[in-house]
């Protein structure tokens, strides 16, 4: 996950530096007053959202099934817990009553 979550971090990095110099070569427009850096941003983002989706679509894939292998060992993990303690509270409900039983 974190190299997924890193990779993603170089594209949109690429993105921004080849955003900026276009803008600031004139290739795309410098913005309104005082937002060049924010639209630099925003556009740098819608650039690099369908070049990870297509280019990392492996790496995005490996870091799903390991999310969801980590979602079903939580799984895994309550219900163990749960019938844990189910059995305490059995072997509790049935400690009063084997014991009028017995007397």
Do not use: H
Request: glycine letters at 6%; a neutral charge.
């Amino acid at each position: 996950m974190l190299r997924y979550t890193l990779m993603r971090l170089g594209i949109f990095a690429g993105c921004l530096l080849v955003v900026w110099g276009l803008v600031y070569a004139g290739a795309f427009p410098r913005g309104f007053g005082d937002s060049n850096f924010l639209w630099v941003l925003l556009l740098s983002l819608v650039l690099s959202a369908p070049i990870s989706f297509v280019v990392l679509r492996k790496e995005r894939d490996r870091a799903s099934v390991q999310v969801s292998q980590r979602v079903e060992r939580m799984k895994a993990n309550i219900e163990a817990n749960r019938s844990q303690e189910d059995e305490a509270v059995d072997q509790l409900a049935e400690a009063p009553e084997q014991a009028r039983t017995s007397s």
